[in-house]
């Protein structure tokens, strides 16, 4: 199964997953598993169903048929909405777009979910969101507001959002792709420091440098099915697959691809609900 090259208990298992929009199928026997502390990246040409994926982990959409499991939760068995505010409060979401409050402050905007949803108390919560602010390069903005800030900074200020319910996973869904150019590395720094320090994390990405430099396995996507996962070097190095050496020759020779999956309109959540 794709992830596991290292052996070891997965923290993220999904297991024949298929899934269709009506009578368009958009994942076909999905098998992935990711352990604690690995960084996996899904790539892939547009409408692969990557997206999908993510959305799947956090029971925004449900598979037609498969098993999907995080840390030991049967996320394709949950029903009640008690149920998916538990597992979304240990899966933490970086959407393309930084779905920040524009009426809130940065830090009233990191503090929102762990006061309201945690029911932290707010002295705590605001010293929890400094240090995490802190963290993405972000605590000199905390008093402004997202329409005060770059792109980049707002996509910063949305992960120390997504880390101040101490997830277990984050899933990063091309955090990039709605940025200039030159903001891309600051979000990507932000990513890479996580990975170092021994955070799980599932990215769906345009980024193939990255992607190499940071994952413990790589995954290519084509048309809802997993083509060829493995380890970066062998991906990137010697891809087994003409399809996968297709993709990587197009994607290295022209611009970075700044394209949303057509999925992308399918369910978000709110992150104080925390809830389908």
Do not use: W
Not at 124 to 140: G, K, N, S, Y
């Amino acid at each position: 199964m794709p992830g596991t090259e290292n052996g070891g208990p997965a923290l993220v298992q999904l297991a024949g997953v298929h899934l269709a929009f009506g009578q368009t199928p958009v994942l076909n026997g999905i098998d992935l598993a990711v352990r604690r502390g690995e960084a996996v990246s899904i790539i892939g040409p547009s409408g692969s169903g990557k997206s999908t994926i993510l959305r799947c982990l956090t029971g925004l959409l449900r598979p037609r048929r498969g098993e999907i499991r995080v840390n030991g939760v049967e996320v394709h068995r949950l029903r009640r909405e008690a149920e998916f505010v538990a597992l979304r409060k240990r899966v933490g979401f970086v959407f393309q777009q930084y779905n920040l409050f524009p009426h809130l402050s940065v830090l009233e905007n990191v503090t929102a979910a762990p006061v309201r949803v945690g029911r932290m108390p707010r002295r705590e919560a605001q010293a929890l969101a400094m240090a995490l602010l802190e963290r993405v390069h972000m605590a000199h903005k905390a008093r402004a507001y997202p329409g005060e800030l770059s792109g980049g900074q707002q996509q910063r200020v949305a992960i120390a959002r997504a880390l101040a319910m101490s997830p277990e996973l984050i899933l990063f869904d091309e955090v990039t792709s709605a940025l200039d150019p030159e903001m891309v590395g600051e979000v990507l720094t932000v990513i890479r420091d996580l990975v170092e320090d021994g955070m799980t994390c599932i990215l769906v990405t345009h980024e193939m440098r990255f992607a190499e430099e940071v994952s413990n396995a790589v995954c290519f996507m084509e048309a809802g099915r997993i083509v060829e996962a493995g380890p970066p070097a062998q991906l990137f190095g010697a891809p087994r697959s003409a399809r996968t050496r297709a993709f990587l020759q197009r994607s290295r020779g022209g611009p970075r691809q700044a394209v949303a999956d057509p999925y992308d309109d399918y369910p978000s959540f709110d992150p104080l609900r925390l809830a389908v």
